[in-house]
């Protein structure tokens, strides 16, 4: 805006000449060829010179420039006193500018390296006697770079003439002929090419000044009803003009209305919020303008540039309505194509790293609908109201995501509401993982602005007491650190786990301490560096449970593991520091922190001497000192819990644990089983061909051998009644410690010997010495005294102990048995062993009948009963078979079995008389294969199971008919029931889907009939299937 205009006062006393004629040097010398324009340039030189400015430089540099303000100064006096001066002074300048296009850009451009220092030309119009001239000059200059490169597209500014002449009328001082400028330069805008055109606009405000805004409206006016591509620009410039309330409103009606609108749209490039005001108002007072307006917007969604997408926007989400805001928010979500449309995964590789997504423009899109979103509370509503109303993972979107983010953000009553609607669509699992995927990887710079949100949603997430949200937010926090690389992303993002982890609430604890796990394993080294952010977590160590402890040590292992567990070299002060703690927690008295030192020291052990089969850290020369402070750990752990039962027992069995799940250095095992190798010289006892040596009584009590296995050949006997009947100080310490470290000593000996436990045959099968029987008669329990009644209870304890070792030992030798049986066979390979073993026994009974028939008028019948025989074993196989799954399988088995069976009762009815044992036997058989839970996949088959069953049991009522036998035969009304809970009829042999079968209304002699001619059919037998 031009802060002051006026025509500078002429001194009387020292009133100019009038300018010289035609003839003068002035003219002459700018249109004369020859030595003429070098002697006017030389002669503005000159006068330049006295002023302070050297104006004759090289063509690539600028003209030699003292302080602007002094040189103006100077250089007006000068032309004050000289009368024909200002004259000269021109028409130099205007040679000089002529010579060359080089010349002329050493007028306009700075005359110093700092960015915002004046050229030449701005100085010269800083003085009034040559400003009109000047101004004139460089308007006249302007046509002749119309059509360079810079005017038709994107030349720097520096190299681009038409933009620099342009540029040095914004915000002069003064202007000495306004009106006159004004309209030479509406004279050149009018044949301005569209972006020179467009720049000029642009700066009118900044060019002219108050009082001839009135005479630019008029021009911007009528340049509106020539030039549709202004239209944007012009109304955008015309926001910013000092217009008097009269010509302001001239404006609103005049060009604020829907055609002009519709230009603007199909043009959009930059219109101000105040034009959206503007035109949000005007078509507020005409109902139909407004819709039609909005329709043309929306419809332009799909369609317009990136760039132009956040002034759309805006003047969408400002002319909603509560009768249109419910179409604009349906639209923006099915239309906008934001960041995340490209693909993920390629977003990770290194190539597209950070690149992948929209920068600048993705984020002007969000700002705008995040301040739409913020003043409007009302679309809000109707988002979330949408939202909840979707009800399938794929009418999500990724913009469904960012809206919710944007709500949250902007706070207010609305939070809490897009807080539950997330976690509601995460936990009926509408809104997956994939969404946030694409929102977050390979969008940093767009996401960055909004980190703190998404933080702050993970949080919440992480607080649920469901599991499923827990993991998303494990995702989300994962998928941030990923991302964001910077130090203070991730140093928030590591501080906000801690504070979860000294929450106290036990899931959010335990889920917590998962992410910095895998954030420990996955990216130690990157955590390096904020590692004492995380030594946090430390202060919480006494509220942890045993299982949260052992995560909280795996955390810290795999951040010393990083960054070099050998203390010895001084290389990581997390190493340090975790060995520190740990040492103090096992040397400690308190039993508490003795246990939680014991579990730091073998999650330490682990981690510096595990072998893991994928990622191992295997203890090769160069890290031979890791595995050395290992195995002193370890050592100094034992001996701190040596004379202390409670704590040993706990050691034994957290080393059980480590060594069962994790494979450790050999080392290390080689310590331990020389550890557990002197197991047999407390507790065990030799034997003398089984049998004690020598019987004693221990204070009054005498032993014997209990579960002698092995009998004369056990060697050696556990001695548990001895060291129960000694002193308590002596022998409870030692007898509480008995089973664990008897497993340590089976853990210790599988591992060695590839998994047998040969080497303890012996101790397996060993008797136990415990007091005799018949000391637990009642009549002599009662005259035993108290110490000994003590001793035996004593005894008897720690050998049920004993044994409570000894069986999972023992099952786990059978076990190995029984799977060495069957190798292959898992989970995924039993139901086709099931359906093989199936077919095998059906195809081998079919055999068996066809056998068995074509003997049977033959005179040696000795086979007839291996035969029957043989078919009593497999309906007992296939029994089992039908016990053993509850699936639909079964039905389809069972049904082929059942009618393969029925081919035998023509041959079991000729034997029935000398085999009715065994045949009668046989029809016992209830293989039960129409049970099944009410799935479709079952119940579609349960009309074939149902006549397949009917007809056998019309077998057996014939052949027990037929053969006279005395006993009775009942049978049963069998019936089924479909879903719907209707009774499935089966009384005809027809096809599954036959529906015409007999039912309730069927009279009784007619169901009769139906049940003679089952009985008849059943009689006559079934022909053979020939193979």
Known sequence: MVLLQRNRPVNPGKRPHPPPDAEGPGTSTAAAPGPGPTSAVDAAAALLADAGCTLLVPPHQAPLLPAPHAFAARLGRALSADPSASARLLAGITAFADASPARLRQLLLPTASAPHAPSLARALLSVPAIQPGLLTLLLEKLPEHFHDGGALGGLPLQDDVGRLIVSQFRWLDFLVDADSFVEKLVEVLSVAPPRLKKEIIGSLPEIVGDQSHASVVVALQKLLQEDSEVVVAVLDVLSDLNLNEELQEQVRMAHFSLPLFCNAIRNF???????????????????????????????????????????????LLLSATPANAGRIILQIREQLRIVGAIDPRAARSKKLKGKASANSTDGAILDTLRSGLRFKNML???????????????????????????????????????EKILKSKILQGY???????????????????????????SDYLLACKEEKAREFASYLFTALFEEFSDTYSRQELVGSLVAHIGSGVSYEVSSSLDIMINLTSNSSEELISISSHITGILDYLESFHEDNLRKVYDIFCNLALAAGFNTGSGASSVANELLMVVRKQVSNPDMKYKRMGIIGALRIVSTIAGADVNAAVNCSPSQQPNCEEALELLKMSVNSCKFLTLPLIFLYDELVSLLESKVLHSAIRDWVGEHVAEFDTPFLADLNNGELSEKHLYDGIEGELWMNLDGNLSPICVNIMPLASSSPQKSQPCLQILSSQFSLLTTIERLVNEGSLGGLNALLGCPLHLPSTKHLDVAKWGNLPGLQKKAVCHSLYYAINWIRELVPVSKTQGTQGASSSFPTLCSSTIPSWYRVLHEENTGSLNKMIKQALKTKTLAERGSIDTTLRQMQKSVEVFVSLIQMCKTHEKLNMGEKYVDTFLKAFSLLESQFQEHNAIILKMQHLDPDPAQGYKRTTITSKVPPVKRSMERFLFQVKALLHNCSTEKKFCMGNLKHKDLHGHVVSSQVYGSVDDEDETDSDTPADENDNTMDEDVAEGSNGTPMEEE
């Open 269 to 315: 490039n930059l219109i101000s919020c105040y034009d959206m005001m503007i035109w949000t108002e005007r078509f507020s007072y005409a109902p139909v303008e407004h819709l039609k307006a909005v329709t043309i917007a929306i419809s332009c969604i799909r369609t317009i540039a990136a760039d132009q997408m956040p002034h759309l926007l805006r003047f």
């Open 380 to 418: 809000c509503e109707i988002f979330l109201k949408e939202l909840k109303s979707v009800d399938h993972p794929k009418d999500h979107k990724v913009i469904d995501v960012w809206l919710i983010m944007l709500i949250y953000a902007n706070g207010g009553a609305l939070q809490k509401s897009a």
């Open 431 to 457: 809104i997956r993982e994939t969404l946030f995927d694409q929102c977050i990887h390979g969008n940093a710079e767009v996401v960055k602005e909004h980190f703190m949100s998404f933080l702050s949603v």
